[in-house]
């Protein structure tokens, strides 16, 4: 396994298809025990935003790989009274040995990247969610046995999961369809990165038309219509993006084989119908499991434990 020692994940684009492969296969092994790895570090939770899975996910990994979790939510430390991030970079880099930050702005996790020496994990920022592909890959290996060449087809805001799919799907061989709406498109300049980092044999469809973006998928991926931060536009999102929601009769143009992703919460009756999230296409509660064996894998790989 190529050394991930000392590295931030800050991009799921800080990692090529081989080290994203590698990581999965890690992951699967602590999965099924066949590889057990211990690490008895500190891992640090810097969480300004919400979060169940991410939260819960990275404190029993750090757990079961033997190591302490410290909870440092900004409303009980200094930061969250104003103490500039790089003293706070500094003072954590001494104590702890690896992080994880749940944020707004990239640029505050860049900040912290630069100002430690302890490997930086994304947590989830406004731009990308890296941890939470880690695990999609997962199941979809799962799933069909492979990446390459399956069609990911994701519906919905061209937001930090949508960013990260598609980066994390090109690298992986994966073809990557995205359908929004006209006004919620994913920036140009990811979609110019994702064409550079793109496997030859990766195609890339950015599109307003759900139906287009959802034959022959083999996966169909979606997220809440406003993230975190974006609450008082959710009611005005509802009738601009019904039409892509995940629902029956959307599910039937996929291919038959075709599995339902979501990385949760979920707004049941907007993005995704309960018949679907409830359906035997659904692959949701495996995806949210898969959150703590990837992490795990990944915590290992950052630590040099492997
Ligand atoms: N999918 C995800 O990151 O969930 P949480 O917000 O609950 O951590
Ligand atoms: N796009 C969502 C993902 C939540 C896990 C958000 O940022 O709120």
Avoid at 168 to 175: D, K, P, R, S
Avoid at 179 to 191: F, G, R, V
């Amino acid at each position: 396994m190529s050394s991930l020692a000392g590295r931030d994940l800050l991009s799921i684009a800080d990692l090529n298809g081989q080290q994203i492969a590698e990581l999965l296969k890690l992951a699967a092994a602590l999965k099924s025990k066949e590889l057990s790895v211990t690490c008895n570090k500190v891992l640090g939770l810097l969480f300004y935003k919400a979060s169940t899975r991410t939260r819960v996910s990275f404190s029993v990994a750090m757990y079961q790989l033997g190591g302490q979790v410290i909870d440092l939510n900004p409303d009980r430390t200094q930061v969250g009274r104003g103490e500039p991030l790089i003293d706070t970079a500094r003072v954590l880099d001494r104590y702890l040995d690896i992080l994880a930050i749940r944020t707004f702005e990239q640029k505050d996790l860049e900040t912290f990247a630069n100002y430690s020496q302890i490997p930086i994990i994304n947590a989830l920022t406004d731009l990308e969610h890296p941890c939470q592909i880690l695990a999609d890959f997962l199941t979809i290996q799962e799933t069909f046995g492979k990446l390459s060449g399956l069609t990911l087809t994701y519906l919905g805001d061209g937001n930090n999961v949508a960013n990260s799919l598609l980066l994390g799907g090109v690298l992986m061989g994966m073809n990557v369809n995205i359908a929004t709406p006209k006004d919620y498109q994913i920036q140009p300049e990811i979609i110019e990165q994702a064409k550079n980092l793109a496997q030859e044999n990766a195609k890339i469809m950015i599109t307003n038309d759900p139906k287009e973006a959802t034959e022959n998928a083999h996966i169909l991926y979606t997220d809440v219509w406003a993230s975190m931060g974006q609450e008082d536009e959710a009611a005005n999102r509802i009738p601009i993006f019904q039409p892509y929601q995940i629902n029956d009769e959307l599910l039937k143009i996929a291919d038959p084989e075709a599995i339902v992703l979501h990385c949760l919460p979920a707004h049941r009756g907007e993005e995704i119908t309960d018949s679907v999230m409830e359906g035997k296409q659904s692959k949701v509660w495996d995806e949210a499991e898969n959150r703590m064996h990837a992490q795990k894998a990944l915590i290992a790989s950052l630590l040099g434990a492997v």
